[in-house]
């Protein structure tokens, strides 16, 4: 099975600053990486799809890149409403869709 | 309006059974293939199981393969879940969520593999 390490597990970050987040998995996944954003109470909402393609409708502040083991999200120019955990998601064991541990921000 | 709406959770016993529904809207439900994503309180998400939009293909995940089994009405656009022999663990939100594509006959997927739809979700407590 393909392993998924998230990380950090949380991080606090000021209105208007830069957070990046990490997902390493534990074999070579190529492009299907996808994450996804969770705010207190409410379901999870698609972000980036296939390490760096933007759900339609997500801004543009929202950004991911890598591949193979090695992915990133990038939330620049932060706003209050980026207060959320996060989640990456490894498509490549499809129908298995795994999800890594999460990572909270608070803004 | 595009939306998907789970019910059924409840407080059940272990060892109790529990069919979740889930009821879809504005889309043409056949066409996509729907899945079912747990999160235990306080915790992450986890994939529980997934259907190809004709229903032929079903999909479980390791952990509660034998005691779920997962069944769409496509007539009625609604999706299924049924959890028997439960457990604490399974003490869980159970959300239903859809993919941007579906599986052909042979088990291959089509489209972006990602869940771009999801309900609010129907919480499920086992608890004696």
């Known amino acids: 099975d393909i392993q998924m390490t998230q990380s950090p597990s949380s991080l606090s970050a000021s209105v208007g600053g830069r957070v990046t987040i990490t997902c390493r998995t534990s074999?070579?996944?190529?492009?299907?990486l996808n994450w996804y954003q969770q705010k207190v109470g409410k379901a999870p909402k698609l972000l980036i799809y296939?390490?760096?393609i933007l759900q339609s409708g997500v801004p543009s502040r929202f950004s991911g890149s890598g591949s193979g083991t090695d992915f990133t999200l990038t939330i620049s120019g932060l706003q209050p409403e980026d207060s959320a955990t996060y989640y990456c998601?490894?498509?490549?064991?499809?129908?298995?869709?795994?999800f890594g541990g999460g990572t909270k921000v608070e803004i | 309006e595009v939306q998907l709406l789970e019910s059924g959770g409840g407080l059940v016993q272990p060892g109790g059974s529990l069919r979740l529904s889930c009821a879809a809207s504005?889309?043409?439900?056949?066409?996509?293939?729907m899945n079912w994503v747990r999160q235990a309180p306080g915790k992450g998400l986890e994939w529980v199981s997934g259907?190809?939009?004709?229903?032929?293909?079903?999909y479980y995940a390791d952990s509660v393969k034998g005691r779920l089994t997962i069944s769409r009405d496509n007539s009625n656009n609604m999706l299924y879940l049924q959890i028997n022999n439960l457990r604490a663990e399974d003490t869980a939100l159970f959300y239903c969520?859809?993919?941007?594509?579906?599986?052909?006959?042979?088990?291959?997927?089509?489209?972006?593999?990602?869940?771009?739809?999801w309900g609010q979700g129907t919480m499920v407590t086992v608890s004696s």
């Open positions: 969520a859809k993919k941007p594509g579906d599986y052909d006959s042979s088990g291959y997927y089509f489209g972006t593999d990602a869940f771009d739809l």
């Open positions: 296939e390490v760096s």
């Open positions: 504005g889309f043409t439900f056949s066409n996509y293939a």
């Open positions: 259907i190809s939009g004709s229903g032929g293909g079903t």
């Open positions: 998601q490894q498509s490549f064991s499809t129908p298995h869709l795994i």
């Open positions: 074999q070579s996944i190529g492009k299907y």
